[in-house]
Structures are given as structure tokens and as C-alpha cells.
């Protein structure tokens, strides 16, 4: 993976969080899902640590009382501003918009949103 050195995130946030969390606390375990399905998943005021990740980047980290609100309400069914961790994900893909030399020569917004679909999928 580009940028990373070959190295899953995904797993490596899931072990750190693991070997550190299981110096303090008495029972850990790490769930890997989806917005689509944390609000079935989660327990209702189960507390915890979270992490937005993909194959290659850690996009934001946080730690709540109540994963299901935090998560599943807050920040998975925010709207643009309601949550630091959307904010910080959308600057993230305005950064690559921007840098992108792909977008600077192109005049019409059909085109636009062609390649700015490309550069954030």
C-alpha cells in the first residue's frame, strides 16, 4: 500500500488499541464495522475508543461513554459540521482535490465532478 509501507492499518490501529487498552481495563475486544451497521452492533451505551480508518490512512481517533451515539448518530449520520471527525474526512478530500493537477484544467463542472469522483473514490 502507497504510503504506508505494505503495512495494514486497519489491523495496526486494532493493536494498539488492544495492547494498550488492555493494560487498564479487564475485558477488550475490537469490532470492525461499518456506519451502515454499528447502531446493530453496538450495545446501547457500550463506551469505547474509536478509529475512522481505511487500507491506508487513520482519519480520526476519539473516545466516548456511548459508542452507538457517538459513532452511529454523530458521526456517521452527521451533517457537514456536525462532527470534528466529518470535518476532519472532508478536509482530507478537499486536500487531495486540491492537489490533484488533474482538476486545475478543467472548465466545466460536468467534467469537475467527474474527476473529483475519480480523485475520492
Not at 495496526?12 to 470492525?32: D, K, P, Y
Not at 469505547?48 to 459513532?71: H, L
Not at 466529518?86 to 484544467?105: A, I, K, Q
Request: net charge positive.
Amino acid at each position: 500500500m502507497e504510503g504506508c509501507g505494505g503495512v495494514d492499518v486497519k489491523r495496526l490501529v486494532a493493536s494498539v488499541l488492544l495492547s494498550c487498552l488492555s493494560r487498564c481495563c479487564s475485558s477488550v475486544s475490537v469490532l470492525q464495522t461499518t456506519c451502515a451497521e454499528i447502531k446493530r452492533v453496538v450495545n446501547e451505551r457500550a463506551a469505547g475508543f474509536y478509529a475512522f480508518v481505511d487500507d491506508e490512512k487513520v482519519y480520526y481517533v476519539g473516545a466516548t461513554a456511548n459508542a452507538r451515539r457517538r459513532v452511529g448518530v454523530e458521526h456517521c449520520g452527521a451533517r457537514i459540521g456536525s462532527s470534528e471527525g466529518v470535518v476532519r474526512f472532508l478536509m482530507f478530500l478537499l486536500d487531495r482535490v486540491c492537489t490533484d493537477t488533474r482538476v486545475r484544467g478543467v472548465r466545466s463542472v460536468v467534467e469537475r465532478k467527474k474527476v473529483v469522483s475519480e480523485i475520492t473514490s
